[in-house]
């Protein structure tokens, strides 16, 4: 038998960080024959033709995840029909992608197209709200970027305009509604395979790449600080694993660690959360050292009362090849699911959204929720010590 790094066992996070560490050997004993590997059917529609069509736009292409976002929306029926942005490298660059996408003179020539119904828009962070109100006050759904919104202000305005205009507000937090081992994870909660959930955690490290960052990025005041940004994404995973449609911030903080060549930058943040069904504890930060090979090292902790399940998201260090490894442990057994081909049903389930009125693919108030815990964590955040 190999020696094992007592080390790495100790700091290995979970199940999947433990058996990391393990030798095979070892494991096998660990898990007493229980370990059973699963390739996971994609559970696509017998059907793969959408069941609604509609005509959107999209405004503002200051981060990358439009592309995704834009892509989601055509999966389930959406017609791309204009783009219009400030920079002409972003627009040629989308085009290349979607070229079918015509070029908009102005926003406004988007507005007043009253055969557009829903527009989706990626502009710098605290331009996206407005453009949201904007775009619901002209008769049309919005689907903006995460974070959607940047200020309590903002946030009070928005819900404002979504009770005066009967339009939607959706917001993508694209690492759950876009990440495959996300969507599982969902399902097996949904079917009590761990029994009610107690806690969330969910660990979020993100790669700087300072060279290819605009100004803005490096601004609070643009993108809301970090607890805001991608905070967002964790908040919202507490919210929809614990079912939680009251919660509250128990605890946060958020500082710049190692960045003192940008003073308005904040590298790291926390906040601990607790719900009407469950608590939650969230870390972001922007130190993925370049040596793992993906922007992040993204892990959710799901704990129930009768197991629980950990999702390695994007990558697994030293195991697996690849991402949306997820790992459950219940009464019967301890499992491997390979998550990569799991259907991501948000697109076509918005476009229904869109057409029906429903509230399929996402709670309104559950998103917004998300963002204003995130708001007032990073408002009252106090700093780290070592900031």
Sequence with gaps: MNPIDRRSMLTGAGFAGLAAALPGDVLAQALSGNAIPEVVNTGAPTDPRPKHHIRFAVIGLDHNHIYAMTAAVIRGGGELVWVHAADAKQLAD?????????????????????????????????LRAPLGIRAMRAGKDFLGDKPAIT?????????????????????????????????????????????????????????????????WFWDKARYGGILTD???????????????????????QAGNINHPD?????????????GNGGTGYLRVDWFTPKGLGTWGDGRLFVLGTEGYIELRKYADPTGKPGGNHLFVVDGKNARYLDCKDVYLPFGPQFVTDVVERTSIAQDQDQALLAAELVLIAQKNATRPITA
């Design 230 to 252: 991608i905070g967002s994404h964790q908040a919202e995973q507490f919210l929809f694993f614990t079912k939680s449609n009251r919660a509250r911030v128990v605890a946060s």
């Design 262 to 274: 940008h003073p308005l930058f904040e590298d790291f943040g926390d906040m601990t959360m607790s």
């Design 94 to 126: 989308f085009q290349k992608r979607f070229p079918t996408a015509k070029l908009a003179r102005s926003e406004a020539e988007i507005l007043e197209d009253t055969s557009i119904q829903l527009i989706a828009g990626a502009p710098i962070p605290d």
């Design 151 to 215: 200020s309590l202000k903002q946030l009070a305005d928005v819900r404002a305009a979504i009770k005066t205009t009967g339009r939607k507000f959706a917001i993508m937090y694209s690492e759950r509604l876009e990440v495959p081992a996300a969507i599982k994870a969902g399902e097996l909660i949904e079917q009590g395979t761990i029994g009610r959930v107690v806690q969330t955690i969910n660990i979020a490290p993100h790669q700087v790449n300072p060279a290819s960052r605009p100004d």
